[in-house]
């Protein structure tokens, strides 16, 4: 994927004067031994300011892009805390736990100098990260580290996205309503033209002598049968298009997603749908998300960075009928029928997260919209339909209210092996407690119908992502035993 950031790690330790440094400096070494290769080791132990700014001119020449600042004892809370001050991204902050030395020469106090970094960080008003448990031993400490890579990716993604969108919402989908105002405070930036601009670009692309190359990547992706070979071309135009916008847009961002319109008139005008196209930038970090749902785009893209894979955005569609959850989920996984929904979409979902037998087909709620009644589909073909691959999920979603707040939810998951017996991309997803979930989080506070799917169990980072953008509101499918706070207790 070259639409995320490839993460440089360094460390720097810190020592307070009156402690030993070469305690702190020794710890940095067990921490490079546990970690292993990946992670440079600034050789300037910062005890003063003017360390400090020697280290990170240190740390900036070797490349380094997010940051660990190691109290390997109680460490000096300007002189480390100026080093987040002054490093031009992502900072975290761990400490060494007691254990490896005596308790007379070889005690740190780091437990009590993380409380004074903490403090010291607040009265700057300085972000930085700093883990559930961030004193640790040196495998600890490695461990935590490995942590905040993901956290990191996507901290980088989101300050140097542009969100580039084609057209307005659709009429009666507002629901994807996107205030921008969270996106300048995210750092993202938003670049918004017309459907007509796209139509004006595809157009310059036809005779384009790359369409050979890309008609022949999608034949062999999809397999002989499963696509409409009198429409790769047409499909492949559109693949061109978008990747040459982005990279002739992007401007001083380094990375690109869409929100674009998908209908009602872009399949008659374009004479296809989308939606092929769009899961196969997905797949390479590009999310394209469907109905202009900019903060779908949003939450895609972060999912891309922690998990540097493939991504989708669904619907949270419809139930699961009884005869189904009865024939081939009860008694066989361990969720009650509300637990269970179908995810669902007209085919965005990249082919390496559906089902071997999905196959480029028709969108039929379009075509019955937008073709004669009885007609052989046409201008609606190009969706990439069938059944979810079973895996592990994230569901998950950051959104900007009406009233210009940001908020989120996360939720982990799985998608079933069961049949959906249904049309689009489209799986059986599982969540505990959904049904709870749905009423206290999703309608309660006003979520849109869009979701984005992460293929496995990323709350973590996410959460910590969200809470490192001062997200304030983050909800979660809360146990049995929590009740939601507009829960009737007498249900």
Not at 105 to 132: F, Q, V
């Amino acid at each position: 994927m070259k639409n995320i950031p490839e993460v440089k790690l360094g460390i720097i330790a810190v020592s307070r004067d009156c402690f030993p440094v070469a305690l702190s400096m020794q710890r940095r070494q067990n921490i490079l031994a546990a970690y292993g290769a990946g992670l440079y080791e600034c050789p300037i132990t910062v005890e003063n300011e003017k360390d400090a700014v020697a280290a990170i001119e240190d740390v900036k020449a070797a490349g380094v892009n997010a940051l660990v600042v190691y109290l390997g004892n109680f460490g000096p809370e300007t002189p480390e805390t100026l080093l987040c001050r002054m490093f031009d991204g992502p900072v975290m902050y761990i400490a060494a736990a007691e254990g490896d030395g005596d308790l007379i020469n070889g005690r740190g106090d780091a437990y009590c100098g993380m409380l004074n970094c903490s403090y010291n960080l607040g009265m700057r008003h300085l972000k930085a990260y700093i883990p559930e448990n961030p004193v640790g031993t040196a495998t600890e400490c490695a461990e935590m580290i490995r942590g905040f890579l993901p956290i990191a990716r996507a901290i980088l993604g989101i300050k140097a996205l542009k969100i580039i969108t084609f057209g307005p919402r659709p009429q009666d989908f507002f629901a994807c309503n996107a205030p921008i105002k969270g996106l300048y405070e995210l750092g993202v930036e938003i670049e918004e033209n017309s459907e007509l601009d796209l139509l004006v670009s595809y157009k310059a692309h036809a005779n384009d002598p790359r369409l050979a190359a890309v008609c022949a990547d999608m034949a062999a992706e999809m397999g002989e049968g499963r696509y409409y070979p009198d429409m790769l071309e047409r499909m492949a135009q559109f693949e061109l298009t978008l990747l040459d916008w982005a990279e002739a847009h992007k401007g001083a961002r380094e990375y690109v997603v869409f929100a674009d319109k998908c209908w009602p008139a872009f399949p008659e005008a374009f004479g296809f749908e989308p939606c092929y196209v769009n899961s196969r930038l997905a797949s390479r970090g590009i999310p394209v998300a469907c109905e202009v749902d900019i903060y779908g785009a949003l939450s895609e893209y972060i999912g891309s960075c922690i998990s540097q894979d493939a991504v989708t955005l669904l619907d949270i569609n419809n139930t699961v009928p009884q005869y189904i959850y009865d024939e081939d989920i009860a008694g066989k996984f361990n969720y009650s029928l509300g637990d269970t929904f179908m995810g669902f979409h007209c085919g965005n979902t990249p082919s390496c997260k559906m089902c071997s037998d999905c196959a480029v087909k028709y969108q039929l709620i379009q075509h019955r919209l937008l073709e004669p009644a009885g007609s052989d589909p046409d201008f609606t073909r190009g969706t990439l339909e069938g059944d979810i691959a079973p895996s592990d999920i994230t569901f998950y979603r950051l959104q900007c209210d009406s009233e210009g707040n940001l908020r989120a939810y996360i939720a982990q998951g799985e998608v079933l092996p069961v049949k959906t017996r249904s049309f689009g991309g489209i799986g059986v997803f599982a969540i505990p407690e959904m049904g709870r979930f749905y009423r206290h989080v999703l309608i309660e506070k006003r979520y849109p119908h869009h979701g984005a799917v992460a293929f496995g169990r990323y709350g973590k980072a996410l959460y910590e992502v969200f809470k490192y953008f001062g997200i304030k509101d983050i909800a979660y499918n809360q146990p049995k035993s929590l009740p939601y706070p507009t829960e009737n207790p007498w249900d």
